[in-house]
């Protein structure tokens, strides 16, 4: 059904550049974790729920204002469910545990539901708490992205706090200066892309 002309959400973003600045701040605290594995971790969610949108539809998107990914009603029922988040993260948290030991799988277990709770911050009430919305109960979601200059800030302070903490972690622990410049550039690069779009 068509949504009458004057009642159009407002704008939101994907946050992306949010969930990868907190890889690069848990990578400050923690060294031995890989930062490409923290990376991924805070995008599981996310590929798993990509990869069932392209596999027959098994979560998809409800665009409600005719523009981009913050501005629909997301469907990813098993992903993005409480228990759904927390299963997907318990399942990384044990392959990282038995590739890099007891710690780093549990700080990547705890990065893949970072994305789960940021998403909770931002999202309209499309997030359920049983996989497949098992019992119908009430979907969650504070929808900071109703507030796009919120949404903004928000990601903004994300950014620069996981950007600081890297570049001072990379200098404690001899990374290549350039590198870690490289890191938090891009950090800001696609804080500045997802902004834009």
Same mark, same amino acid.
């Given at each position: 059904?068509?949504?009458?002309?004057?009642?159009?959400?407002?704008?939101?973003?994907?946050?992306?550049?949010?969930?990868?600045?907190?890889?690069?701040?848990?990578?400050?605290?923690?060294?031995?974790?890989?930062?490409?594995?923290?990376?991924?971790?805070?995008?599981?969610?996310?590929?798993?729920?990509?990869?069932?949108?392209?596999?027959?539809?098994?979560?998809?998107?409800?665009?409600?204002?005719?523009?981009?990914?913050?501005?629909?009603?997301?469907?990813?029922?098993?992903?993005?469910?409480?228990?759904?988040?927390?299963?997907?993260?318990?399942?990384?948290?044990?392959?990282?545990?038995?590739?890099?030991?007891?710690?780093?799988?549990?700080?990547?277990?705890?990065?893949?539901?970072?994305?789960?709770?940021?998403?909770?911050?931002?999202?309209?009430?499309?997030?359920?708490?049983?996989?497949?919305?098992?019992?119908?109960?009430?979907?969650?979601?504070? *929808?900071?992205? +109703?507030?796009?200059?919120?949404?903004? #800030?928000?990601? &903004?302070? !994300?950014? @620069?706090?996981?950007? $600081?903490?890297?570049?001072?972690?990379?200098?404690?622990? *001899?990374?290549? +200066?350039?590198?870690?410049?490289?890191? #938090?550039?891009? &950090?800001? !690069?696609? @804080?500045?892309?997802? $902004?834009?779009?």
């Amino acid at each position: 059904m068509a949504r009458p002309p004057g009642d159009r959400p407002p704008e939101g973003r994907a946050m992306m550049a949010g969930h990868f600045a907190l890889a690069a701040a848990v990578k400050a605290g923690q060294p031995r974790t890989p930062l490409w594995a923290l990376m991924l971790a805070t995008q599981l969610l996310d590929v798993i729920f990509v990869i069932l949108f392209l596999a027959g539809g098994v979560e998809g998107l409800t665009d409600v204002t005719g523009g981009s990914y913050g501005e629909a009603l997301i469907h990813a029922y098993w992903t993005h469910s409480l228990i759904g988040a927390l299963g997907i993260a318990a399942a990384a948290a044990g392959v990282a545990g038995w590739r890099w030991g007891r710690r780093p799988g549990l700080v990547i277990g705890a990065t893949v539901f970072s994305h789960w709770l940021l998403d909770l911050l931002v999202h309209r009430a499309d997030l359920p708490i049983l996989p497949g919305n098992a019992g119908d109960l009430p979907l969650l979601g504070l *929808g900071l992205w +109703r507030t796009p200059w919120a949404s903004a #800030a928000v990601e &903004l302070a !994300l950014v @620069l706090t996981g950007a $600081v903490l890297y570049l001072r972690s990379a200098r404690r622990h *001899g990374v290549d +200066r350039r590198w870690a410049f490289t890191t #938090a550039a891009l &950090l800001l !690069l696609i @804080l500045a892309v997802d $902004v834009a779009s």
